[in-house]
Protein backbone atom coordinates (compact mmCIF):
# COMPACT_ATOMS: atom_id res chain seq x y z
CA UNK A 1 0.00 0.00 0.00
CA UNK A 2 1.94 3.47 -0.99
CA UNK A 3 1.26 6.40 1.16
CA UNK A 4 0.28 9.29 -0.67
CA UNK A 5 1.11 13.12 0.81
CA UNK A 6 -0.81 15.54 0.44
CA UNK A 7 -1.25 19.28 0.96
CA UNK A 8 -4.21 20.28 3.13
CA UNK A 9 -5.65 23.86 1.48
CA UNK A 10 -4.82 26.44 4.43
CA UNK A 11 -4.89 30.31 4.30
CA UNK A 12 -1.25 30.25 5.57
CA UNK A 13 1.17 32.86 4.77
CA UNK A 14 4.23 31.67 2.56
CA UNK A 15 6.93 30.04 4.33
CA UNK A 16 9.51 33.45 3.52
CA UNK A 17 6.36 35.31 5.10
CA UNK A 18 6.16 33.09 8.22
CA UNK A 19 9.92 33.62 9.05
CA UNK A 20 9.63 37.39 9.03
CA UNK A 21 6.58 37.21 11.28
CA UNK A 22 8.71 36.06 13.45
CA UNK A 23 11.92 37.91 13.04
CA UNK A 24 13.77 36.99 10.21
CA UNK A 25 15.15 40.11 8.21
CA UNK A 26 16.86 40.62 4.93
CA UNK A 27 20.81 40.01 4.81
CA UNK A 28 22.01 43.16 5.49
CA UNK A 29 25.29 44.73 3.69
CA UNK A 30 28.82 42.33 4.51
CA UNK A 31 32.58 44.18 4.30
CA UNK A 32 34.59 41.78 6.52
CA UNK A 33 36.46 39.43 4.28
CA UNK A 34 35.26 35.91 3.45
CA UNK A 35 38.88 34.39 1.94
CA UNK A 36 40.74 32.75 5.27
CA UNK A 37 43.79 34.23 4.53
CA UNK A 38 42.40 38.24 4.51
CA UNK A 39 40.82 37.08 8.02
CA UNK A 40 42.29 37.88 11.49
CA UNK A 41 43.31 35.45 13.57
CA UNK A 42 42.73 36.67 17.34
CA UNK A 43 43.66 33.45 19.07
CA UNK A 44 46.78 33.12 17.50
CA UNK A 45 47.55 36.96 18.02
CA UNK A 46 51.21 37.41 20.77
CA UNK A 47 51.40 40.00 24.10
CA UNK A 48 51.50 39.60 27.45
CA UNK A 49 48.11 37.94 28.47
CA UNK A 50 48.88 38.21 32.19
CA UNK A 51 49.14 34.13 33.13
CA UNK A 52 49.68 31.02 30.77
CA UNK A 53 46.67 28.80 31.07
CA UNK A 54 47.40 24.94 32.00
CA UNK A 55 44.76 23.69 30.35
CA UNK A 56 42.70 24.42 27.30
CA UNK A 57 40.44 22.40 24.62
CA UNK A 58 37.86 21.16 24.35
CA UNK A 59 35.42 17.72 25.90
CA UNK A 60 32.63 15.62 25.39
CA UNK A 61 33.47 14.81 21.90
CA UNK A 62 31.58 11.28 20.71
CA UNK A 63 33.14 9.70 17.72
CA UNK A 64 33.38 5.82 16.79
CA UNK A 65 35.84 4.12 17.70
CA UNK A 66 37.04 0.06 17.00
CA UNK A 67 38.48 -1.66 20.23
CA UNK A 68 40.74 -4.93 20.24
CA UNK A 69 39.90 -7.13 23.08
CA UNK A 70 41.07 -10.70 24.35
CA UNK A 71 37.67 -11.29 25.11
CA UNK A 72 35.06 -12.32 22.30
CA UNK A 73 34.34 -10.05 20.62
CA UNK A 74 37.76 -9.90 20.17
CA UNK A 75 36.96 -6.54 17.51
CA UNK A 76 34.38 -4.38 18.62
CA UNK A 77 33.27 -1.01 17.33
CA UNK A 78 31.71 1.31 20.22
CA UNK A 79 31.92 5.02 20.55
CA UNK A 80 34.37 7.17 22.08
CA UNK A 81 34.18 9.89 24.33
CA UNK A 82 36.96 12.23 23.67
CA UNK A 83 38.84 15.70 25.71
CA UNK A 84 41.82 16.88 24.20
CA UNK A 85 43.23 20.04 25.32
CA UNK A 86 46.85 21.82 25.63
CA UNK A 87 48.52 24.59 28.29
CA UNK A 88 48.98 27.69 26.57
CA UNK A 89 51.95 29.84 27.23
CA UNK A 90 51.79 33.81 28.83
CA UNK A 91 52.20 35.41 24.98
CA UNK A 92 49.48 33.23 23.23
CA UNK A 93 45.92 34.50 22.94
CA UNK A 94 44.56 30.84 22.60
CA UNK A 95 44.37 27.63 21.19
CA UNK A 96 43.08 27.00 17.45
CA UNK A 97 39.93 24.73 18.57
CA UNK A 98 39.26 23.11 15.29
CA UNK A 99 42.37 21.23 15.13
CA UNK A 100 41.29 19.32 17.46
CA UNK A 101 38.71 17.72 15.87
CA UNK A 102 40.67 18.05 12.54
CA UNK A 103 42.72 15.48 14.06
CA UNK A 104 40.16 13.24 15.10
CA UNK A 105 38.86 13.27 11.12
CA UNK A 106 42.30 12.44 10.48
CA UNK A 107 43.26 9.23 12.30
CA UNK A 108 39.46 8.40 11.66
CA UNK A 109 39.13 8.18 7.89
CA UNK A 110 40.42 4.68 7.89
CA UNK A 111 38.65 3.56 11.47
CA UNK A 112 39.91 4.74 14.53
CA UNK A 113 40.96 1.86 16.71
CA UNK A 114 41.97 2.97 20.15
CA UNK A 115 44.92 1.62 21.56
CA UNK A 116 47.94 3.57 24.07
CA UNK A 117 50.43 3.19 20.63
CA UNK A 118 47.88 4.99 18.31
CA UNK A 119 46.96 7.36 21.33
CA UNK A 120 50.45 8.21 21.78
CA UNK A 121 51.45 9.05 17.87
CA UNK A 122 47.81 10.82 18.07
CA UNK A 123 48.77 12.65 20.76
CA UNK A 124 52.56 14.09 19.62
CA UNK A 125 51.18 14.65 16.75
CA UNK A 126 48.55 17.37 18.13
CA UNK A 127 50.99 19.24 20.14
CA UNK A 128 52.76 19.44 16.98
CA UNK A 129 49.25 20.65 14.86
CA UNK A 130 48.37 23.57 17.62
CA UNK A 131 52.21 24.13 17.95
CA UNK A 132 52.45 23.77 21.65
CA UNK A 133 55.13 21.86 23.26
CA UNK A 134 52.19 19.36 25.00
CA UNK A 135 48.78 17.93 24.31
CA UNK A 136 46.40 15.62 26.40
CA UNK A 137 44.06 12.81 25.05
CA UNK A 138 41.81 11.00 27.00
CA UNK A 139 38.63 8.70 25.86
CA UNK A 140 36.31 6.57 27.44
CA UNK A 141 34.27 3.91 26.52
CA UNK A 142 32.19 1.22 26.84
CA UNK A 143 33.96 -2.22 26.81
CA UNK A 144 31.70 -5.23 25.71
CA UNK A 145 32.26 -8.84 26.75
CA UNK A 146 30.76 -12.09 26.19
CA UNK A 147 29.55 -13.65 29.94
CA UNK A 148 28.02 -17.09 30.21
CA UNK A 149 25.87 -18.46 32.37
CA UNK A 150 27.93 -20.96 35.17
CA UNK A 151 25.69 -23.89 34.72
CA UNK A 152 23.48 -23.06 31.75
CA UNK A 153 26.70 -21.84 29.47
CA UNK A 154 23.95 -19.40 28.03
CA UNK A 155 25.69 -16.06 26.89
CA UNK A 156 24.53 -12.27 27.18
CA UNK A 157 26.92 -9.17 26.51
CA UNK A 158 28.24 -7.56 29.54
CA UNK A 159 30.04 -4.07 29.75
CA UNK A 160 32.04 -2.09 31.34
CA UNK A 161 33.16 1.56 30.99
CA UNK A 162 37.03 2.11 30.45
CA UNK A 163 39.40 4.98 29.62
CA UNK A 164 43.09 5.66 28.48
CA UNK A 165 44.11 8.85 29.14
CA UNK A 166 47.30 10.11 26.82
CA UNK A 167 49.62 13.15 28.03
CA UNK A 168 52.25 14.28 26.01
CA UNK A 169 55.49 16.76 26.81
CA UNK A 170 58.35 17.38 24.34
CA UNK A 171 60.80 17.69 27.90
CA UNK A 172 59.35 14.44 29.71
CA UNK A 173 57.42 12.26 27.32
CA UNK A 174 54.67 10.41 27.77
CA UNK A 175 52.50 9.88 31.09
CA UNK A 176 50.14 7.05 30.19
CA UNK A 177 47.12 6.08 32.79
CA UNK A 178 44.13 3.62 32.21
CA UNK A 179 40.90 2.66 34.28
CA UNK A 180 37.60 0.79 34.36
CA UNK A 181 34.57 0.67 35.90
CA UNK A 182 33.17 -2.66 36.44
CA UNK A 183 29.79 -3.99 38.25
CA UNK A 184 30.11 -6.46 40.68
CA UNK A 185 27.29 -8.04 43.39
CA UNK A 186 28.39 -8.10 47.45
CA UNK A 187 26.57 -9.58 50.45
CA UNK A 188 26.78 -8.08 53.23
CA UNK A 189 28.43 -9.91 56.22
CA UNK A 190 27.05 -8.53 58.93
CA UNK A 191 23.54 -9.41 57.69
CA UNK A 192 24.67 -12.72 57.00
CA UNK A 193 25.96 -12.97 60.57
CA UNK A 194 22.63 -11.58 62.33
CA UNK A 195 20.11 -12.73 60.34
CA UNK A 196 18.17 -16.39 60.94
CA UNK A 197 17.46 -16.58 57.55
CA UNK A 198 19.01 -14.85 54.71
CA UNK A 199 21.58 -11.68 54.32
CA UNK A 200 20.73 -8.86 51.91
CA UNK A 201 22.82 -8.06 49.29
CA UNK A 202 23.89 -5.14 47.14
CA UNK A 203 25.41 -4.07 43.23
CA UNK A 204 28.31 -2.65 43.41
CA UNK A 205 30.28 -0.87 41.39
CA UNK A 206 33.81 -0.95 41.60
CA UNK A 207 36.31 1.98 39.88
CA UNK A 208 40.27 1.12 38.98
CA UNK A 209 43.08 3.87 37.87
CA UNK A 210 46.03 3.19 37.19
CA UNK A 211 49.85 3.84 35.68
CA UNK A 212 51.13 1.80 34.17
CA UNK A 213 55.00 0.81 33.70
CA UNK A 214 57.35 2.05 30.62
CA UNK A 215 57.69 -1.56 29.48
CA UNK A 216 54.09 -2.18 29.44
CA UNK A 217 53.46 -4.21 26.34
CA UNK A 218 49.60 -3.94 25.25
CA UNK A 219 50.01 -6.39 22.62
CA UNK A 220 51.08 -9.29 25.23
CA UNK A 221 48.12 -8.27 27.77
CA UNK A 222 44.52 -6.69 27.70
CA UNK A 223 44.52 -4.23 30.76
CA UNK A 224 40.58 -4.33 31.00
CA UNK A 225 40.53 -7.85 31.02
CA UNK A 226 43.18 -7.78 34.08
CA UNK A 227 41.31 -4.66 35.82
CA UNK A 228 37.81 -6.36 35.25
CA UNK A 229 39.47 -10.05 37.17
CA UNK A 230 40.57 -7.75 39.59
CA UNK A 231 37.43 -5.99 40.86
CA UNK A 232 35.16 -9.52 40.26
CA UNK A 233 37.33 -12.57 41.43
CA UNK A 234 37.22 -10.36 44.56
CA UNK A 235 33.37 -9.85 44.89
CA UNK A 236 30.72 -11.81 46.51
CA UNK A 237 29.23 -12.76 42.94
CA UNK A 238 29.95 -11.71 39.15
CA UNK A 239 27.54 -9.81 37.00
CA UNK A 240 25.42 -12.24 34.09
CA UNK A 241 23.33 -10.94 31.73
CA UNK A 242 21.32 -14.06 31.38
CA UNK A 243 20.51 -16.41 34.31
CA UNK A 244 18.14 -19.55 34.31
CA UNK A 245 17.79 -21.17 37.47
CA UNK A 246 20.43 -23.61 37.99
CA UNK A 247 22.50 -20.21 37.00
CA UNK A 248 20.80 -18.45 40.03
CA UNK A 249 21.26 -21.08 42.32
CA UNK A 250 25.01 -21.11 41.64
CA UNK A 251 25.64 -17.48 41.51
CA UNK A 252 23.38 -16.74 45.23
CA UNK A 253 25.41 -19.82 47.05
CA UNK A 254 28.68 -17.88 46.29
CA UNK A 255 27.75 -15.00 47.16
CA UNK A 256 26.69 -16.32 50.55
CA UNK A 257 29.82 -18.17 50.84
CA UNK A 258 31.76 -14.89 50.23
CA UNK A 259 30.31 -11.79 51.83
CA UNK A 260 32.17 -8.53 51.21
CA UNK A 261 31.91 -5.50 52.95
CA UNK A 262 32.99 -2.11 51.06
CA UNK A 263 36.03 -2.20 52.34
CA UNK A 264 37.13 -5.51 51.93
CA UNK A 265 36.84 -4.80 48.46
CA UNK A 266 38.99 -1.88 48.06
CA UNK A 267 41.38 -3.99 49.92
CA UNK A 268 40.95 -7.68 47.74
CA UNK A 269 41.16 -5.84 44.40
CA UNK A 270 44.31 -3.52 46.25
CA UNK A 271 46.11 -6.62 46.55
CA UNK A 272 45.77 -7.68 43.15
CA UNK A 273 46.80 -4.26 41.23
CA UNK A 274 49.61 -4.25 43.55
CA UNK A 275 50.48 -7.58 42.57
CA UNK A 276 50.24 -6.80 38.80
CA UNK A 277 54.07 -5.98 37.95
CA UNK A 278 52.93 -3.97 35.23
CA UNK A 279 50.91 -1.18 37.30
CA UNK A 280 53.10 1.18 39.32
CA UNK A 281 50.63 3.16 40.99
CA UNK A 282 46.53 2.96 41.35
CA UNK A 283 43.52 3.92 42.98
CA UNK A 284 40.13 1.74 43.74
CA UNK A 285 37.22 2.72 44.81
CA UNK A 286 33.84 0.95 44.98
CA UNK A 287 30.04 2.14 45.57
CA UNK A 288 27.58 0.23 46.52
CA UNK A 289 24.00 0.53 46.31
CA UNK A 290 22.57 -0.76 49.41
CA UNK A 291 19.31 -2.55 49.15
CA UNK A 292 18.26 -2.24 52.11
CA UNK A 293 19.01 1.86 52.84
CA UNK A 294 18.74 4.99 51.39
CA UNK A 295 22.68 5.34 51.07
CA UNK A 296 25.15 3.96 48.96
CA UNK A 297 28.64 2.66 50.86
CA UNK A 298 31.70 3.92 49.94
CA UNK A 299 35.69 3.09 49.98
CA UNK A 300 38.65 4.35 48.34
CA UNK A 301 42.50 3.05 48.68
CA UNK A 302 45.45 5.39 46.96
CA UNK A 303 48.64 3.55 46.67
CA UNK A 304 52.34 4.09 45.21
CA UNK A 305 54.61 1.39 44.84
CA UNK A 306 57.14 3.59 43.79
CA UNK A 307 57.04 5.70 47.07
CA UNK A 308 54.72 3.49 49.54
CA UNK A 309 55.19 0.26 50.86
CA UNK A 310 53.23 -2.16 52.75
CA UNK A 311 54.11 -3.25 56.81
Known amino acids: MHNT ?6 SLPTKEERHKLFGSVDPGPKYKPTDKSEMPDLQNSKQDFLFSIDVVGINNVKHPIKVNSSLTPHEQTTIGTFTFSSSVARGSKGTNMSRFTEQLTKYSENGFTVDMETLKEFTQELA ?19 RKGPSSELAGMNHADAYITVSYSADT ?15 CPCSKEISEYSAHNQRGNVSMSVELSDDFDETTMDWKEALL ?19 EKMVTEQAYENPRFVEDMVRLVAADLYEYTFVEAFEVSCQNEESIHLHDAIATISFDKRIDELG
Open 128 to 146: GRLKQNDAFVQVEFPWFFE
Open 173 to 187: GFDIEAGLTGKITTL
Open 229 to 247: EAAESNASARIHPVLKRPD
Open 5 to 10: YKQQST
